[in-house]
């Protein structure tokens, strides 16, 4: 049996897929595993085991499209569920199934704040799309696999960190879920630990005015590492304090404690820290922290982000709590050492 599972976008998304890849695999291994994605996302996947083909493509959908009705699949997994996909399944005419976006139930959260998203992840969704085929959650968690030859060494890294750090995640794909840079200075004046600033080349500037506060303390990676780099940063950190981005969901395939940050996203939405176990309401897990502003009236504003904030005064990040944030921080910190130190 030969299985296309299809996912084009984005970090945290792809990342969010990877059980299901996992759980196909190990719980079927003769099944044929490919996967579909955009070439940007090559790095993510290149190096996971359970996938046995990888087809990539940038703009040309229909070339790639030519390419798999040569690979005869028996059956197609869509966990992006869009037009582009339906073109896909269309062209392969071959049994298929894909996973319920809820997109009514989103557009109630964000336009009337009517809750009626299922209390799980968005990875359980995902896990529906593939019980026609008989896979099973094996509540394991995420995955992401790091490249073996190109490791990171302390050289990479300030000497003042080579003892622990905190990973700040201070990018994000729109404006509206990042926190800002003043909302950033303040968390690093309040924490006591090494903080290694992560993001891609666009975020270097912002990670400069945060870093100018304390060069030696607040160390500026943005844009200075790939996204497999930076993914061994995260690993490697004691604590991650992230917006509602990528990173987050690798942070959490790795098990890291997270305080995630929420501004007009929501976390109701199936897009929390995900390690295999946890819901959002009954069984949070105890590693993972979640700030929101929960009494905005605006919040959420989308399923997504924006730009600008609509309303022009951007509560659901300016008026987080760094203190709370550096607290959450504390705490884990204090439980990672405590750990280590039984370890040893």
Not at 220 to 231: D, T, Y
Request: charged share 25%; hydrophobic share 35%; with cysteine.
């Amino acid at each position: 049996m030969k299985v296309l599972i299809i996912r084009f976008s984005s970090i945290g998304d792809i990342v969010l897929t990877t059980p299901v890849v996992r759980c196909l695999k190990q719980q079927h291994p003769d099944v044929q595993v490919h996967y579909l994605t955009k070439s940007s996302f090559l790095s993510l996947l290149i190096n996971n085991p359970y996938i046995d083909k990888l087809h990539l493509f940038d703009n040309d959908l229909n070339k790639v499209i030519e390419e798999l009705k040569k690979e005869e699949f028996d059956f197609v997994v869509d966990l992006h569920n869009n037009l582009r996909t339906a073109r896909v399944k269309k062209a392969l005419d071959v049994p298929s199934s894909a996973y319920p976006k809820l997109n009514i139930k989103k557009w109630l959260l964000t336009n009337f704040k009517l809750d009626l998203m299922p209390d799980k992840s968005i990875v359980e969704r995902y896990f529906e799309a593939a019980h026609e085929i008989k896979v099973n959650n094996d509540g394991k968690g995420l995955d992401h696999f790091l490249p073996e030859d190109k490791k990171l060494t302390n050289d990479d890294i300030p000497m003042s960190h080579w003892s622990g750090y905190v990973g700040c995640v201070i990018g994000g794909s729109f404006n509206t879920k990042k926190l800002p840079v003043a909302q950033w200075k303040k968390f690093c004046e309040l924490l006591p630990y090494p903080i290694i600033l992560l993001g891609g080349p666009e975020d270097r500037d912002e990670g400069q005015q945060i870093a100018a506060l304390d060069p030696i303390k607040v160390y500026n990676s943005c844009g200075k590492f790939n996204l497999n780099e930076s993914a061994e940063l995260v690993k490697n950190a004691h604590v991650i304090v992230s917006n509602d981005t990528g990173l987050m969901h690798i942070a959490a395939a790795y098990q890291k404690p997270i305080i995630s940050l929420w501004g007009n996203t929501s976390p109701e939405m199936g897009m929390f820290p995900y390690y295999g176990y946890n819901n959002l309401k009954e069984r949070v897990a105890p590693q993972s922290v979640i700030i929101e502003h929960t009494s905005l009236r605006c919040h959420p504003c989308s399923k997504i982000g924006y730009n600008k904030c609509p309303k022009g005064h951007f509560k659901c990040m300016n008026e987080l709590d760094m203190k709370q944030v550096s607290e959450q921080v504390i705490k884990q910190w204090e439980l990672v050492i405590a750990q280590l130190k039984r370890q040893q």
